[in-house]
């Protein structure tokens, strides 16, 4: 996942984990009510870091630095945006756009550095900062794109938009004229006075869900001083879990700590049909206990208020008012989309339940396939199928090498770069890996780290974004963070990682290269501030190098013995490569659905019973499939009530066709190559929002995207 990143006139500003980037485009406040330019001159954060590339001081930044930090930042910038609304010279590109392009550096550095803290290593403090400048953040935003004029200049720069000779200068212009528009600049007083309370509600709102949603997780976990009951798992499993026990100052115990998505992974190794029955419903409930955690409630309001947002802009559903600007354009069209895989995966996943009802009654058991089953009575499908066990696998997949010799490696065939590690740039955990990138020509490109293992204060699932952006113009090089939630290895033990992890590490580093290639002007249109339905097309394509022969021989060498993996497992990996799709599509686009089935509500829908209009939202889609729950339910579905993918989680089933059809390409072209690297590099990788997405995508691919490839890819199209 890409963490969504607002713009603030094209300071790539990341709002506070992401807590208002649906409520608001870009973030930042009107004059707050705190202690406004105080200290600004000795933050922290007022000046650029000294440190190479500008890497932010980890080892120097209190917690205390952020309120004031922020508070500063927005009075400056605030003053920076009436200096160019109020110059009585005549509006120019220069003096308007360029100098907006400019404005806001110190709120970009401070935010940058909180959005990263309070998604990977949040604490109380932080939260309650983050708790009380969100809203501040978003009328800031507000503020700033509702101002008269200001947008009166941007308008008269746009009017002669046919004046400027560069593309880039050109697609700046049409990217902020309706950045403004879409922000409101062009309805009535009344209305925007209307707009700008609700984004403080709805950037408040996000924040507490998020809030609320870490500490339902944490919550959830499943807990026993029975260690019986943990039978099926491994003795590194049952080793992490006595950690994450004493990590809570619970010894004595056994704690398997929830992921993000609504499967948990050990429900395919425990024996015990009970206790996977209450680690699935711990997932499943976890944020709706009726209690301070309870998240139905903001869910509820999010919806009600996004669908009157949109209707203050003339769209009959906030789904009308998001895609607008993304490539799908429309929400017939995503719908279109979903409708062409939903029967698909239905069928699939119908024949992949009947094999698991088969193996149920094959072991001698007898009872009803059920969502807690799945995982582990599949793996034994998937064993009697390819005979393939994800224990065999994971002794060739030691993290740190599946990141330097793959990673790393298929960067290098591909693009020509190389990597140094640096253990002097500080972090925020002592987990976390560092490493200087440096391009073809020697030349540095930028700075990678990685902070892989899971935390109780981290958020769930795995992410991408910039501590500090790209930009020819501001001078500055790329320095991205891979995050991710993988079980820490108890002391001494080696970390090993399934194929499933190995896959999210590809993933990720694919944002990580579209993040590093940038090779912008403007930071508005820098690296991966794209669509979102664009945006997940590089690390969706990345994926497929893991499986890539000269890639995966590379890394996968077992850990103890120094082999690489043998060829006739690597063809159980290939064979098995569209096992349980049905599934796994499946659970996708019934999230997918449960979105747009959200943000397609009208103004004058009622306030929802959350339970039940999740249910008729998969059955109206046609994806309430037996025993496939949807990915994650309304009540912990971060991406769309925190991150920034309101009406916009189709993108990963969308994103998936575009990296198909890439793949393809590539397949057809030799396969990895430099010459086939550098070419998605230079028309795809490199381009940032410089031009629009569908003539971007048909300079590389040679036609629109088609759904064919990914069909026949993710074992679709058929039986297998």
Known sequence: MLLIRSLLLGAAVCALAVAAAQAAPA?????PAGPAGAGAAGSVFAKPSPLFLHAPQFDKIKDSDFAPAIYAAMAQQRAEIEKIANNPAPATFDN????????????????????????????????KIDTETSPKLA??????????KLFARVQAVYDHHAALKDPEAQQLLKVTYDQFVHSGAKLAPADQTRLKAINEQLSSLATSFQQKLVAAAKAGAYVTDDKTKLAGLSDQQIAAAVQA????????????PLQNTTQQPVLQDLSDRSVREEVFNHSWTRAEKGDANDTRELVATEAKLRAEKAKLFGYPNYAGYVLENQMAKTPEAVQSFIGQLAPAAGARAGREAADIQKA???????????????????????????????EELKPYFLLDKVLT???????GQLYGITFKPRTDIPTWSPDMKVFEVHDKDGSVLGLAYFDYFKRDNKSGGAWMSNLVGQSKLLGTKPVIFNVANFTKPAPGQPALISFDDVTTMFHEFGHGLHGLFANQKYPTLSGTNVARDFVEFPSQFNENWALDPKVLN???????????????????????????QGYTMGELIAAAEMDMQWHMLGTDAPKQDVDAFEVKALKAGGVDYPNVPPRYRSSYFLHIWSNGYAAGYYAYPWTQMLADDSFAWFTDHGGLTRANGQRFRDLILSKGHTEEYGPMFRAFYGKDPDIGPMLKHRGLAGDE
């Open 405 to 411: 010799d793959g990673l790393f490696y298929a960067a």
């Open 96 to 127: 308007t756009i360029v100098a907006m392009e400019r404005s806001g550096q110190m709120l970009d550095r401070v935010l940058s550095v909180f959005s990263a803290l309070t998604g990977a290593n949040t604490n109380d403090t932080l939260d």
């Open 139 to 148: 009328a800031h935003h507000d503020a700033i794109f509702l101002n008269p």
């Open 360 to 390: 149920i009654e094959a072991g001698g058991e007898h009872f009803q396939l059920k969502p807690w089953d799945w995982e582990r009575y599949s793996e034994r499908v998937r064993k009697a199928k390819y005979d393939l066990n994800d």
């Open 245 to 256: 026990a004493k990590a809570r100052g619970l010894e004595g115990k056994w704690v398997l």
């Open 27 to 31: 973030k930042a406040a009107k004059k």
């Open 554 to 580: 590379h890394y996968a060498v077992h850990y103890k013995t120094g082999q690489t993996i043998p060829p006739a497992l690597v063809a159980k990996i290939k064979k098995a490569r569209t096992f349980n």
